[in-house]
């Protein structure tokens, strides 16, 4: 029988729906039921593409027994970390200040009043490597709660004081400035690994935000570590297993330093991230590695998680059936050599075992490799390598696919538009544009309301219950602003600023620093405040750094003014910890070089139109905003008063209140917009 999951818009909780745990959603009633009860909440969060999240489904919330004691004893509430990313942060929070570490699944214990007393990630359904068992929690959790509940308020009261009391624990604020940003690049080559790129060991994730950052410091400062850094990461990833040799994508992470073998899981948001750092470094480079990579992640992104209604669905699962029909990691995209050798016949075979680097041991689990490509391997010709990468791939969708989380998640379609437009732009893909526009109407009819607010997520063009949280706003107006700069149609800058001033009305403190949750939101134990960047820009950097274009658009202070406040804690930040700052230090690398405000005047279908308005596009110039339109339109702010010059399509560059000489030639702006 289904329990009350039944009813959700979350692929996540659906799994759940037929458990034989008596789950509930997360809402009022839940708790109302623990206090009718008078026993604990167990809070579960995860999410749809989670290994360990299914691992722990199967081996105890679809155990009879497990589930008849749980039912008896607690009141179970399973909740989406991708739809209720303010519960996920305030419980994580708790569980790391308490472990020292953090996961999912994750697993906390709960007062009826929603408070934490006990905290845990994975439990095994025996004991094992020293860890209790979930039974043996349960019954130890039950215990507790029934002989020392008077414990058990006061430990949960001191853990909620305590989170009170970490609130902006980031040390002062500080105006990020070019000592700041030089000594986060320091800090960056201290971490950087140079034999394998990337900062740090295993597990390695990409950083996506840090190369941003390193590569617009680039364009500022000309500093060759840099782009060093930047251009042998993207290419390590790029050659890697965490890179999708055959269909294009990264996938989550790589479980070693040197991006070998990925957690196979692909992630909406990490592939838009990764596909605008390979467009921006081959604007900055003209890497053909960097334009082959961004297209294909493109591409995988239109044809892999592209919804029906043309909005883009939220992962990828790493799991899927094998041809003997067991579930395993990995299973769609690892390759043995007699699998190679059936695809492609012996010699085809031996080929593309040199060159994706196949071994007869394996490179992953029981003899199966994950395909690369080795510094090392064989060149060969490029009309083989495409023969026997179109050959695999053929028969690669002849295995069981990976499960699709196809939820619509508002924030994460947000960086896919800015990914889509600009690569679309970049390299002559209308189609690519036409995909983000057709997104973009789609978080406008279904994720909009007539206030201007944001749905978090939706599924299959229903709007889901949970409302935006401020990476959403921020994310869709970055989203948003590059579709205007792309197409030239002023109603997504419009769009941009409705969203914009949510945010400014809404989530902004006093003190100009900003909060994950509105002001109207569902009251947590605490409320959600994260300023560090993990596996997306968080919602306080993505909020500057679309609030610093649309000023540099509007030339509106109160956007500029609080894009400034709110990166007072990248300076803060930036020497301590650059990795988990990155899009902030990116940021600020805009507010130092201006943003340069690039308006360009011209009929549409004139030939000098279309080279100004490339030229400015391809302006590696740090936040540079970029405003097209014919003589006298009011599209943009920017084309007031711009006319032509001489009859002729001219450009206009702005920066710091000083104008330059218009010009109608491509190479002069793009000298312009250089150094």
Known sequence: MANRLSRSTS?????????????????????????????PV??????SSCHWCHVMAHESFEDEATAAYLNEHFVPVKVDREERPDVDAVYMEAVQAATGQGGWPMTVFLTPDAEPFYFGTYFPPEPRHGMASFRQV???????????????????????????DRQSAYGASVTPGASELDAALLGLVRDYDAASGGFGGAPKFPPSMAVEFLLRHHARTGSDDALRMATDTCEAMARGGIYDQLGGGFARYAVDRAWTVPHFEKMLYDNALLCRVYAHLWRSTGSPLARRVALETADFMVRELRTNEGGFASALD??????????????????????????????????????FGVT?????????????????GPAGDTDRIASVRERLLAAREERPRPGRDDKVVAAWNGLAIAALAETGAYFDRPDLVQAALDAADVLVRVHMDDAGRLTRTSRDGVAGANSGVLEDYA??????????????????????GLFLDSVLH?????????????????ALIRRPQDPTDNATPSGWTAAAGALLSYAAHTGSSAHREAAERALGVVGALAPRAPRFIGWGLAVAEAVLDGPREIAVVGPPADPGTAALHRTALLATAPGAVVAPGTPGSDEFALLHDRPLVGGRPAAYVCRHFVCDAPTTDPAALAAQLSG
């Open 11 to 39: 692929p996540y909780l659906l799994q759940h729906a037929d458990n034989p745990v008596e789950w509930w959603p997360w809402d009022a009633e839940a708790f109302a039921e623990a206090r009718r009860r008078e026993v």
């Open 42 to 47: 167990l809070l579960s969060v995860g999410y």
């Open 138 to 164: 349960l019954e130890g959790v039950h215990a507790a709660w029934r002989d020392r509940r008077d414990e058990v308020g006061e430990v949960a009261a001191r853990i909620v004081k305590d989170l009170g």
């Open 318 to 355: 790493a799991d899927s059936d094998r041809a003997d029909g067991t579930h395993a990691e990995g299973a769609f995209y690892a390759w043995t050599p007699a699998e190679l050798r059936e695809a492609l016949g012996e010699e085809d075979a031996a080929f593309a075992a040199g060159y």
């Open 360 to 376: 007869e041991e394996g490179t992953f689990e029981e003899g199966a490799s994950v395909l690369q490509l080795p510094q090392d």
């Open 475 to 496: 994310d869709v107006a970055e989203g948003f602003l590059a579709l205007a700069a792309v197409t030239g149609e002023g109603v997504w800058l419009d769009f941009a």
């Open 506 to 522: 809404h989530f902004i403190a006093a003190d100009g620093t900003l909060y994950d949750t509105a002001d109207d939101a569902e």
